[in-house]
């Protein structure tokens, strides 16, 4: 039986809801029509081209030959893959309804499959490297051709039992196409999941915050009192803005209660915005608030945490530079998104 990879965001930010809301979806920006409508994958690629005028044909043909399966090919009973960019694991689930088409869902979820997830949290080193490479693949919706190695992984760790490393042909063991950059991504995620838990974490956004110009004082590890992380502009830090970050480092999405008290704790400190920092993300109670809370209060996932860290890098201070040492490659541009 197929088992496909189903990707949940180049950062992993459509993650929890994927978990939350037993499902998957087809995550391809501004595809607001029913997959089904088009009755051939040239159809649909042709709608990317008339659609975008920056879409070249080549582009085009990549996006529908992903897009194109969710709805035409992915059955009932088949096994999704979603490697996780929140922690080293990869989650397994088994998709039990048909392809729904969701126009009242914002923008991009209107594409879906339930699904149970019946394995989730496995870590990635109970994978063979070509499996991992298969995970780490350039496309965002594909097939995964080691099924059965990868459903033997399944069975024994739910088991509880060692998992046997197969012997793998030279047929079975040609490279994949692979995206390189988004395997780097995956690597300085994981080092920083390593390096950054508890208080660690709080390290990371301090520096990227100063990096940014700001002037910061960070709570010793320990009760915080509600804030990890107090920032200011201006001399000395007395300027405004006047920020209270709160960093949460745990495995779980934070839920309404933590930006609750975020808004009482800036009312205590006089501070003006909030930041409240997530490395797992939010619950929907959380999401929700969002617009009301805009003018005050952002949200900091992973995703925001990793953009904001490569782009201040060169930046901030040796002590983080030694704690995830990073270089700059360069890589030919095939052209291809």
């Known amino acids: ?25 087809c995550t391809w920006e501004n595809l607001p029509v029913s997959i089904l409508q088009f009755s051939t994958k040239q159809n649909l690629q042709q709608y990317f081209v008339d659609n975008d005028s920056d879409v070249k044909e080549k582009t085009a043909m990549n996006w529908a030959s992903q897009v194109w399966p969710f709805a035409h090919e992915m059955k009932k009973g088949e096994i999704i893959a979603l490697p996780s960019k929140i922690k080293p694991v990869i989650h397994f689930g088994r998709i039990v309804g048909d392809y729904e088409f969701l126009p009242e869902n914002s923008n991009p979820y209107y594409h879906a499959h339930q699904v149970d997830w019946f394995a989730c949290d496995i870590p990635r080193a109970n994978f063979d490297q070509d499996i991992l ?15 059965d190695r990868v459903k033997a992984v399944i069975n024994a760790y739910k088991q509880g039992k060692k998992v046997v490393q197969v012997t793998i042909s030279d047929e ?35 520096a990227i915050l100063r990096a940014k110009g700001f002037t ?22 007395f300027g405004s803005p006047k920020i209270c970050v709160q960093v949460k480092s745990t495995d779980a999405p934070v839920d309404r209660i933590v930006l609750d008290q975020l808004g009482g704790v800036m009312k205590n400190f006089n501070a003006e915005y909030g930041l409240l920092v997530s490395w797992s993300g939010f619950k929907s109670s959380v999401i929700n608030e ?22 201040h890098y060169d930046q901030m201070d040796d002590e983080i530079k030694e704690l995830i040492p990073l270089k700059k490659i360069w890589v030919v541009n095939s052209g291809e998104e």
């Open 133 to 147: 490479y298969s995970f780490g693949a350039f496309m965002t919706i594909c097939r995964i051709k080691q099924e």
């Open 290 to 311: 969002t617009a009301k809370q805009f003018f005050e209060i952002r949200l900091w996932t992973h995703k925001e945490i990793i953009e904001e860290f490569l782009r």
């Open 216 to 237: 910061t004082y960070v709570s010793p590890a320990g009760p915080d009192k509600g804030v990890d992380i107090l920032a200011s502009a201006g001399t000395l830090g």
């Open 172 to 206: 079975d063991n040609r490279e994949e196409t692979r995206d390189i950059e988004n395997e780097a991504l995956g690597v300085i995620t994981d080092l920083m999941i390593q390096k950054t838990k508890g208080h660690g974490l709080a390290k990371i956004v301090d």
């Open 1 to 25: 039986m197929p088992m496909w990879l189903c990707r949940a965001g180049r950062y992993g930010e459509h993650e929890n809801k994927f978990i939350e809301e037993n499902r998957v979806y």
